[in-house]
């Protein structure tokens, strides 16, 4: 069933959207629900990542390491390719080296890789893709230079994939991301046919109950880069403990749109995270009074309301993990200069920041960010 929905959406194109008065805004933003960072259907025409995966197309997959740039020679619109989401955890795993970079773009022993990359790569065969970017296999992990050249394309890594696959389940790169789903386990739902045969509407509250179980609670959910990779990626297929979700990101609804293998495409349109539910303060307000700098201003900090409190492995990389949707914020028509966490056409209201009461923490040992700046702590902001 993703299979087949995901390549039919994978052709479709994004409508043009309503521009505000006295304002224009890139079509891709979706200007109605400010909490909302909505990615461009099309994304950038013909983005290919600098590597990617090759999967192949032999069971079980065979797979190497190619250059972005002899993709891009072969094709003008572009290559279709799924990223990976998912916590390294403390184990060692296999990673993209300048030792073994040539021995990669030949051949890479499936087994040797973690189980969740492995698990990875089945299942973009297994969705009919050829391609598969991972950050360990797809940057160099001994090379700053790299990294500090691929780390801040994040924003069309995830914008321009397919999809993204995120392993809620795993909390390690060692682990499985699959699951035996267990049927008696699952609450039974009465269906109703609603704009046949695209969307069906639940009426369990199987749905929510399981979301919040494998998607919410999980440890995926409570880092620091997975929150961008969600807030930048078009589609979500979530592996979660106890089934598959899907969530979409759609410019004509309220947040995401998320659906089950056990309890099937629903019309409850849910915000992933309670923090970014800021419509009833939104929909007091006339489209014509909303300034531009108030509006993506309050985008911005809904986004580091949500992002601030989760967890870094390197507390170095606490201004880096959000730098992708700082860019985003940017190309949809936030012209103003970024400054370490804050933007200089706000910067006196956005210095008012503060940390919540009760989670307040230690400034971290070194220098992370300027001190009046809301990277250089750590809690929620």
């Avoid at 069933?1 to 994004?14: C, D, E, P």
């Avoid at 959207?17 to 960072?37: C, G, K, R, T, V």
């Avoid at 699952?186 to 369990?204: E, F, G, I, N």
């Avoid at 419509?279 to 986004?303: C, G, K, P, T």
Wanted: hydrophobic share 40%.
């Amino acid at each position: 069933m993703i299979k087949k929905w995901l390549h039919l959406r994978s052709r479709n194109t994004a409508g043009v959207q309503p521009e505000l008065p006295e304002q224009q805004y890139d079509a891709s933003f979706d200007w109605q629900y400010p909490w909302n960072l909505v990615p461009s259907e099309g994304g950038l025409q013909g983005f290919v990542p600098t590597r990617l995966l090759d999967v192949g197309s032999s069971v079980p997959p065979d797979v190497k390491l190619v250059n972005g740039t002899d993709l891009r020679e072969e094709t003008a619109e572009g290559i279709k390719y799924i990223a990976l989401s998912y916590c390294w955890g403390q184990g060692d795993f296999t990673r993209l080296t300048r030792a073994n970079q040539q021995q990669f773009q030949e051949q890479i022993p499936l087994a040797s890789l973690g189980q969740t990359i492995q698990d990875a790569v089945l299942a973009t065969s297994q969705l009919g893709f050829r391609y598969l970017w991972v950050d360990a296999l797809c940057i160099l992990q001994d090379s700053i230079d790299d990294w500090n050249i691929e780390s801040i394309s994040m924003c069309d890594v995830y914008n321009n994939a397919v999809c993204t696959i995120a392993a809620a389940k795993s909390w390690a790169a060692s682990e499985s991301m699959f699951v035996g789903q267990n049927p008696l386990a699952m609450t039974p739902c009465l269906l109703s046919a609603v704009d046949w045969p695209w969307y069906v509407q639940s009426k369990s509250s199987g749905v929510g109950m399981s979301w919040q179980r494998d998607i919410t609670m999980s440890r995926w959910n409570s880092r620091g880069w997975c929150y961008q990779e969600m807030a930048l990626s078009k589609i979500i297929i979530f592996f979660g403990g106890s089934q598959v979700h899907a969530s979409v990101r759609e410019p004509h609804h309220h947040g995401w749109r998320r659906f089950s293998t056990t309890n099937t495409p629903n019309d409850h349109h849910h915000k992933i995270d309670k923090g970014l539910e800021t419509e009833q303060a939104w929909e007091n307000l006339e489209v014509e009074q909303i300034n531009a700098d108030n509006y993506f201003s309050r985008v911005w900090w809904d986004h580091v309301a949500e992002y601030s409190p989760r967890n870094l492995t390197k507390a170095g990389d606490k201004m880096v993990a959000i730098a992708g949707i700082a860019e985003y914020l940017w190309k949809s028509g936030l012209k103003s200069h970024y400054i370490a966490g804050l933007w200089e056409d706000t910067l006196p209201r956005d210095l008012l920041w503060y940390v919540s009461a009760g989670i307040r923490k230690k400034r971290p040992d070194g220098a992370r960010g300027p001190s009046w700046s809301w990277t250089s702590v750590d809690g929620a902001i």
